[in-house]
């Protein structure tokens, strides 16, 4: 027999968990558009804490449901659900795995897309490392008479 009230509690608790996770994803997003360091390294300790919270709660969750016959993930779940005995709070924990189905959807795109935003600042971060580094070998070139030279072609430092 399965502990249905457990199970709800669980769902409950991975949706308030994940909404969670969704506000700091929204908060890095914020912080990587206005190109803004300050706080990264702690925002990051947070999702990574949230991500934590959400895998014990659906490795919780599995278990209770394995333990009484289910298979694990979205599968026992809506298996749970459909079957007799339907929980008394069948319905309401139907609502909260919809909920919670749709968030993580939503989690979903906007790792994406600050994954994406991150390459892109990558990227530009490589290129300006790239054009500094040019500019200050060039600098450090001997000519023929073996005194550095100071080289005048190129793209100036500021300029696009």
Request: charge should be negative.
């Amino acid at each position: 027999m399965i502990d249905s009230a457990e199970v709800s509690r669980l769902i409950g608790d991975e949706l308030a968990t994940l909404g969670k996770f969704i506000d700091l994803l929204q908060e890095e997003q914020g912080k990587l558009v206005a190109g803004e360091l300050e706080g990264f390294e702690a925002l990051a300790a947070s999702k990574l804490a949230a991500a934590d919270r959400l895998n014990g709660l659906s490795t919780s969750r599995d278990r209770l449901l394995c333990n009484a016959g289910y298979p694990a993930g979205r599968e026992g779940v809506e298996a749970w659900l459909a079957g007799p005995p339907n929980p008394p709070s069948a319905a309401e924990s139907r609502g909260a795995w919809e909920s919670l189905l749709a968030l993580a959807a939503e989690a979903r795109r906007l790792n994406e897309l600050n994954g994406k935003l991150i390459a892109e600042r990558l990227s530009h971060n490589q290129q300006a490392l790239s054009i500094l580094t040019t500019a200050t070998n060039r600098a450090s070139l001997y000519g023929p008479d073996g005194q550095t030279r100071v080289s005048g072609g190129g793209r100036k430092l500021g300029s696009a």
